[in-house]
Nanobody, 122 residues
């Protein structure tokens, strides 16, 4: 399975972006991670394959929303109230189709997209 992420860009603080990720085949639980300059990759949000359960990092909870479209093998991340510290390359990730649950741990994911850059100016 290949993942293609898109939707990144340059936005002012307080603005919004919507990231998209499309998978070439069916997947299990999916998630978004990010890597800021000079920092390690960190968990952002995840969703079960059914889309019924989501979870977020505390730093983005209430500002970001993850959603999915199983029919289209897509997952989205809506980023609201963006802050300069949200600047990072955002990666979508997917688990094997047989694993419905999400995970907040990057090692649990089997497939990764190439990343899309989000830059938030102050």
């Amino acid at each position: 399975v290949q993942l293609q992420a898109s939707g990144g860009g340059l936005v002012q603080a307080g603005g919004s972006l919507r990231l998209s990720c499309v998978a070439s085949g069916r997947t299990g639980g999916m998630g978004w991670f990010r890597r800021a300059p000079g920092k390690v990759r960190e968990f952002v949000a995840a969703i079960t394959r059914s889309g019924g359960i989501t979870t977020y990092a505390s730093s983005v909870k209430g500002r970001f929303t993850i959603s999915g479209d199983n029919a289209e093998n897509k997952v989205y991340l809506l980023l609201n109230s963006l802050k300069p510290e949200d600047t990072a390359v955002y990666y979508c990730a997917a688990r094997d189709y047989n694993v419905r649950r999400y995970s907040t741990t990057s090692y649990d994911y089997d497939f990764w997209g190439q990343g899309t850059l989000v830059t938030v100016s102050s």
